[in-house]
């Protein structure tokens, strides 16, 4: 009787670890596949340069949706950072679209993290024309075929976003 | 031959299972314990709060006619409200000292007993930098039927994809 008493409380001690681990993050993961074309925008960065979407054709872009003031996306940063210069050979470019940050929290932040990627201030015409960021961190995964494949929506698992890069990157070209 | 234990000796397998069980229930605990952190004051508004109002409920609510119809007020980004939001709402703005006095003004005519939810769904619920400090406000101010719309991920995934009614524009 005792060891049935011992092991079942083994077992809602487990039972609670597992979801006190599952649950600690609060990360959330949405992934949609999209495979709708890629919009074609011309945008200008924080720092005044053109980002012509159509220039990056034939590359794996993610497009990174986030505010220096959403600490989710701010954590994400340096993975975004990683990842461009991990697989920018490849042909990886990273675009980050910041929305509604503060220009000098914009600008700071930039420079705090040396990111090493484009960043463009978001505006309504650009959240649109990706179907609508109604949420932040959002990540759209476009392959080299100009197609969206995935949407990320919440903080993500960025082994799972690598996995994609990694596929998309190596994907078989038509 | 088999070797013969004393009673009230334990065998050596009994012994293994007993440190195994203590050891996967210490292992739980101290995983518990480290997604708690014990100087953080409790969250009056984590899941499960009775502060909380689910879409479904919501909805519903804003159905009704007369003083229980509630007064839902918009606390995040407003590039995200001009996109979608709830229809009825009233755009406050992210609650920021640089626009509190803005805030404070708009929510002022309101009764201070008047059914308020206010929502933002902007981030992850646990890093939402926009709900708590406009309930704070609210309750600074005096209101008494404050209620948080819980939206756990953002506006997008736990609304407008779940189908409830949405409004474009200002």
Known sequence: ?174 | MAARMNPGSISSRTLILRWSILAAMAASAMAFASGQNPAKPADELAPGSPLLIQPEELVQAMKTRGPGRPVVLYVGPKSFYLQAHIPGTDFVGPVRPENVEKVRARIAPLAKDAPVVIYCGCCPWDHCPNIRPAFAELKKEGFTRVRVLYLANNFGTNWVEKGFPVARGE
């Open chain 1, 1 to 174: 009787m005792a060891r049935k008493v011992i092991l079942l409380v083994a077992i809602a001690g487990l039972a609670l670890g597992v979801y006190a681990a599952m649950h600690r993050s609060g990360r959330n993961h949405v992934t949609a596949v999209f495979l709708h074309a890629a919009p074609e925008l011309s945008m200008t960065d924080l720092n005044g340069g053109a980002v012509q979407t159509s220039s990056y054709k034939g590359k794996v872009v993610l497009v990174n949706f986030w505010a220096a003031w959403c600490t989710p996306c701010a954590e994400e940063i340096p993975q975004f950072i990683a990842l461009e210069k991990k697989y920018q050979d490849q042909g990886l470019q990273v675009i980050g679209i910041s929305v509604e940050d503060d220009p000098r929290d914009l600008r700071a932040f930039y420079r705090k993290y040396q990111m090493n990627y484009p960043v463009v201030p978001s505006d309504l015409k650009i959240a649109d024309a990706f179907g609508g960021v109604l949420g932040l961190p959002t990540t759209f995964v476009i392959g080299r075929d100009n197609l969206i494949h995935g949407k990320h929506s919440g903080a993500t698992d960025f082994s799972v976003i690598e996995q994609e890069v990694v596929a998309l990157l190596h994907a078989p070209q038509s």
